[in-house]
């Protein structure tokens, strides 16, 4: 059974969410900087890679902690949005795919902070989410791969274009899922409400 979340905030996989959210100024200039595209690229893959990373350590380790479940999605949502905007000022990416992107995080996490600020509470991260995540960050540095003229850069921009779909249809199904978590986290307040009432009105037999 694995052990509940833990108030503890100095263990490895929030010091690498820390990292991940120092290094994404980093890679903004390097895709942004003329000449410096392919290093841009290559620590983006490293600081989404890390996503995979301090989930895994959490979890073997038992230091999954409050402040990881709610940092771990929060850098993220950055790390993502920094890219996407990036490779839109270097026009490497379609508006279009853009915003299929950032639309839909906006709103979840508009939602997200909405829920944390006004009952306490937060959604958790789904996994088809967190595969769809890894799968976009894959192949919109793929696309932009051609883009920016490395080598091989037809075949990488192709093969971004073959599996984007999949990762935005992996992207919006964890969206509907969050949609029935939002609606249960809503009617809960009531039904324990109702469940305390009932108690009460049987109590005395």
Known sequence: MASPPSSAILTVPNLLSFLRILLIPVFFVLL???GTELAGLLLVGGVMSTDWIDGYIARRTNTVS???????PVSDRLAIAAALVALLIRHALP???????????VAVFAVGVALLGSRGRRIEVRYVGKVGTFVLMTTVPLIAWGHFGLP?????????????PVGIVEYYAATALYVGDIRELLRSPARESDQAGGDATRAPL
């Open 32 to 34: 942004v900087h003329h």
């Open 66 to 72: 409050e402040l990881g479940k709610l940092l771990d």
């Open 95 to 105: 508006l279009w795919a853009a915003l299929l992107i950032l639309i839909r995080d």
């Open 152 to 164: 091989l850069g037809p075949t990488a921009t192709a093969i971004g274009w073959i599996f984007f």
